[in-house]
């Protein structure tokens, strides 16, 4: 069976991105609502930010394909006036990156919830690297940064990680995963136990 991205595969992809892509948009004021609550509260929420890249990967299971859903919902998200700017394009593309670089590294054979909490906190970290680059962190005490990182990853493992995992074993409950899948039960097992 062929790993190579298919144009249904990039179809499929871009359908769920842009699902996430209206969840992302309409995740702005959740996060500002939270971050009322003060001490980097609105970290444990952040996760919901990179949850296309799992979940997408979790459905279709190629390469390519936690990049494309992250940077293809970053980018419909833009489209439907993100407040957040092109800013939103550039982290959806690192936290892609990250998600991506984790499956590359079990050769996309590995749909494990350790594996897919693991691709959460690559992905978070593609954000960090955005939110370093941006200099703000460097104002924090360091209590305070160490709030905003570990809130930051604890939320992308439930979010991007878990509810990613539960979601998509709900779908193959249902037998819509199998309709973006092949056949082949060797390439495209259920998700691991």
């Known amino acids: 069976m062929s790993k190579k991205l298919k144009l249904v595969d990039i179809l499929v992809t871009v359908v769920i991105a842009v699902l996430f892509a ?4 309409a995740w702005g004021p959740v996060s500002d609502l939270v971050k009322l609550a003060g001490l980097q509260a609105d970290q444990l929420v952040y996760g919901m930010w990179f949850i296309a890249s799992t979940v997408a990967f979790l459905l279709i299971r190629k390469p390519g394909v936690a990049l494309l859903a992250e940077a293809a919902a970053a980018s419909g998200e833009l489209i439907m006036g993100s407040q957040y700017g092109v800013e939103s394009l550039t982290y959806g593309i690192l936290q892609g990156l990250g998600a991506e670089l984790v499956f590359a590294l079990f050769l996309y054979r590995r749909a494990t919830l350790p594996v897919t909490c693991l691709a959460a ?10 939110d370093v ?11 305070n940064l160490t709030l905003y990182v570990v809130f930051r990853f604890a939320g992308s493992i439930f979010f991007t990680g878990i509810c990613a995992y539960y979601l998509v074993k709900a779908l193959e409950k249902t037998g819509v995963a199998s309709l973006l899948r092949p056949a082949s039960k060797e390439d ?5 136990r």
């Open 22 to 25: 209206i969840i992302y948009r």
């Open 121 to 130: 906190v690559a992905a978070a970290a593609g954000s960090i690297v955005m």
């Open 133 to 143: 680059a941006k200099g703000y962190m460097l104002e924090l005490q360091s209590w």
């Open 188 to 192: 495209y097992s259920a998700l691991d």
